[in-house]
């Protein structure tokens, strides 16, 4: 349910392309106002369509264009009731941190605090049931109000989503081979040279192996018993495997999932297709609006889904999953996809948002 | 050793991409001598660089362009001591039979009997030890000089050349994972629309997987005792699981694959390098002229072998391998490739003639 | 303004690619109402889902998905207001014929009619004022209210629209030099190779170079003295020389332009920049649903504009202009873009069908 | 005629990608022995196998990986014959400056000089002619035989080797309207983004369409009499006017050019072609080792040149023209292809060197 009045909210790294996303999805949002936008010092001070190199197909938003750029300090966020960071890996640890400390709510799409033990790693369609360690991260912080919340890297989104519609359905899985074909925009601007892709594959992406690895681990198994954190390690029965490709495709990432449930008693592929098809999440059913009206498209033609021609599906915020048959070592196989620059990252961050507020997490 | 003189080949359908691969290998060729070329009954009776769309780098060589194309009918071809097929499916089951019957020896790119149990599916940097097979085909058909063996597929080729390194020093695999990543050179030509694969990657290619799956069983672990033939089914302790994708690239077939050994005893990665940079073939040793210097090039950049950067290494006669590295579910996972218009398909087949030379199976 | 009631339309050829763009446009619009579907004799008799091969971005409209798909023959199309025409070529002649004897109106993207001295050839931002020469060839036919309008083809059309309004400004034109850069789209489907294109340029569209230099002429100057058709000869002072390459781009034709003015008096870049910026035509006065708010978009950037960045602009129905410039040889130059299967294609003919409603041509 | 010994030379900027391609030309060379490599203060001192990152399909020569990395400064570079200079623009003008003036000979592919009226501006395939200039530089320095000769850029050297043909055979040309869709690789490396290349065209490069006009002005018309030096400005009656474009190619810059004779008597289509397939260099008869068989290789299918296709005739050191046809406002258009790496940038130093010593000025 929209708030009564809209919730101020602030933008780190508002003129990087994760940045122009976050505007770009929160300018028109019923539930949020954009109150103040953040980027380096050197970009401080200045009108934002001054000092920033606008990559989006749309303009830059009226209410946008001539907003005066702050520092990335908690001064001009303090009215913010949420803050997303969109800021790199390089400067978003001690800033991110610094929000916090000073009981701001922050949903970061950066990878610094993934890995914290006391942090959702939260996909929307996936595991909003983790807001409730934010409870824990500010007794042990010493907060109130304030907490980190990030989302996932955007393969690991791709094949999360299905895991988790068949996890739902059939219990644990024990084994999961993913291999991804990954979208230049992966990369952010300038990104991938073209002479290392026109014609070619790179069969290589740095940490991100280890990324979804880790990653679907957490998401999936993480949870320690009363809400007290996540366990990284160990404990969680959830192998997977990744190997990870870079193709000459614009926007959209692909991967080829095999999967091993834990039981014995495995459903047939059409009880697969059918968790897929009938996969439902606490973000459609609370009516967050950027929710889509299915989390999964199941297709069923023989060659689908395919980056282009399916990335835009509910304007990118679900994923497609197709090709669901027998696998020769485990017990299923499938394709998914996902629109990496809008489930994948800025997306993710604003439904997750909505989330909070509509579990009463602000 | 090269033969005495040069042998009279013929090529069935030489006016098409894979025939016109196998002038482009046979023209210069130090053992054979092209004798006759097949093609429809459209073509024949006419100049060879007529009624061909030769689409090939190096011009039409001399010594063909003025040869009389003739019908694909046993007479033209009598003289010939191999015939190389590279038939369309639709007509190659009838016209390699019949040839065949005439005793004449066809080396086959075609599909059509690659099943056969008494045909050999040879890759030559595999199995040429599968030639003692072509005896029992012989007998089994009364015949004296005439068989048929088939090469195998390119996505096949691509990857058993490595499993076979494997095995050679590791012994029998139990269970091998791959996704492709393939070429649009694979479909043939026209093959591909652009609007099908420019900006996009299509998660599937009909009857690929299948093939990978019991090609490589087939090669692996399908000889009968005594060289008896080979069985399809399922003694082969061997089970393949195969993805596979086209990309827009022009040339190169890639591989993700993991692998589990069937023995206890695991190499480590190390070991596992070594057999790969090592593996020396038959191909080799008896020096065909076809054979590369490496039958496998161990790439360690991380984010090698790349289709552009590596397909043209050792003329497109070898597989590369790089990413050689633990996988969580299986033992070891790597990437491979190899240049699917030549190794992936005349090459083999030629490198095929060349051992049947060397070991007297002419 | 809109018809009282929707105008009963029909569709020929409507399982094809241009058939498929017509759907997309009529279905939804506020003129038009879908009544009949040729396509044929292989399809007629059946649902348009079961016999098509669908392949737009949005699903088939449930108007449109049960239709029984017609023959290609007037009886079915008696009831339409205006019948559409995405045929091919080699059928498009004979059909037309048949549909205008039978007093049909008929709106056409095929080329059979384009040369036709009775039959304008109309780009709706361009010249509207043709449609008088439809009662010339009404009278000279001894027809009362059947006619045929085409569409120009799609690279003339990039070009026309920016000519004119040069020509609405600063009088006739003298010498117009272009050069293309089209998108794969404008070949259909399945069209271009990926292995031409990829990694590619061809510099050869067969026949392009020749019709965006006729058409160019028959549009801008070829309008006989009381609207008595067109003379394609050298009456037009305007000469045209055009020089077509394919690219790899899905869609977007882009066209390099250098004009020579007929008068002395030449304008100063300045000028010739508010002449498009400020091109307003008879489809945007008189309300046209499909005419875009801005015929001719004018780019600053330097860099602009771009194929894959502004194909999409007004939904593909405007032109956009930049890079407007001196020539060291005539008198200005610039570049243009033109989404080529919309306002290059079905968006055209659509256009042209609302500005006949709007001037009471039906 | 060889030299009796081979020459010593050096290469500045030796780890960039133009000093990696003057490594592979001049490691083989039958002229020349690479005796010193000179790069930023950074590399210096190490072998140079260890700071470059190399980018070309062989390996790096043995002759060279473990050369030591030279700062660009004179001392190193003292018993070099010939300098050849891949240094960025930004360092190039001083460092050059300084070893002519230290009386060392510098074959540059940077712009700095290119304007320089004592400088030749050297097409090897086109205007050799211009070494008598260097007399000129060294007489007004007061050098004994240090001198700078640029070679042109890449886009210029396309258009301007066939504009040589038909001025050798037809006289001065007046005007010239070039066209040009330009690989990636001409923009060096990472150079273009991906997401700015791939499904798109740019109609625009910072510079270049300035470059192709001066340039060939200079290079086909400039010299001033006795050798004296180039004029750059009025009296050169050719007027030249470009029109750039990048597009997603890898390598191999297409040009559409349209030529006007001075002349009033204007030759026929079948005479332009054959001045073209005629056209014979001094490079080619002093027998110069880079030279191609044929400078121009004259196409006759319809559709040819093609990048892909027809960048590697001749190892890249000849110029593709094709579509040779009237034109309606000129006299004559054609289509023309060169590899941008090779003859567009170090073969060309190359070859200007091999002439240096086949004509006597070293």
């Known amino acids: 349910m929209a708030p009564q009045q809209p919730i101020n909210v602030g933008i780190l790294g ?40 606008w990559k989006l197909a749309i303009p830059i ?3 946008v264009r001539k907003m005066i750029v702050q520092p990335c300090e908690v001064g001009p966020f303090k009215e ?70 990030c989302n996932a890297n955007c393969s690991t989104t791709a094949i999360v989503v299905p895991l988790k519609a068949l996890e739902v359905k059939f219990g644990p899985l024990k084994r ?27 069969p290589y992406i740095g940490g991100e192996e280890e990324k979804i690895e880790w990653e679907t681990s957490k998401i999936l198994g993480g949870l320690l018993p009363n809400d007290t954190g996540f366990d990284l390690h160990a404990k969680n029965p959830l192998k997977v495997s990744a190997a990870c490709n870079r193709v000459p495709v614009i926007d959209g990432h692909l991967a080829c999932v095999s999967v091993e ?3 014995e008693n495995k459903p047939s592929i059409d009880e697969v297709r059918a968790a897929f098809a009938g996969y439902t999440t606490e973000a459609q059913t609370l009516g967050c609006p950027s929710a889509p009206p299915q989390a ?18 509910h304007a990118g915020a679900c994923v497609s999953v197709g090709r669901v048959r027998e696998c020769n070592l485990f017990d299923v196989k499938f394709v998914c996809l996902l629109d990496n620059v809008r489930l994948g990252a800025a997306t993710s961050s604003v439904m997750n948002a909505e989330l909070a507020v509509e579990k009463g997490f602000l």
């Open 176 to 202: 999961v081979m993913a291999t991804t074909l990954q979208a230049i925009s992966g990369a952010g601007y300038p990104g991938v040279s073209s002479l290392d892709i026109l014609d070619n594959v790179v």
């Open 261 to 263: 449930f834990a039981a």
């Open 80 to 149: 913010c009731g949420i803050v997303f960071s969109g800021l790199d890996q390089d400067v978003a640890g001690d800033i991110e941190a610094a929000f916090r400390a000073a009981e701001l709510v922050v949903f970061s799409n950066a990878k610094n605090y993934r890995r914290d033990p006391m942090v959702p790693l939260m996909v929307p369609l996936v595991n909003p049931e983790h807001f409730a360690v934010v409870r824990y991260q500010q007794s042990q912080l010493g907060l109130k109000k304030g907490y980190i919340l």
């Open 296 to 313: 999964i498209v199941l297709h069923d033609a023989p060659d689908r889904p395919q980056p282009r021609l399916d990335r835009d599906l």
């Open 61 to 63: 938003p009226e209410s």
């Open 14 to 53: 508002a003129t990087g392309t994760v940045g122009q996303r976050f505007i770009e999805l929160l300018a028109p949002h019923p539930y949020f106002k954009i109150h103040a936008l953040g980027a380096s010092h050197r970009s401080a001070g200045k009108e934002y369509a001054q000092v920033t190199k």
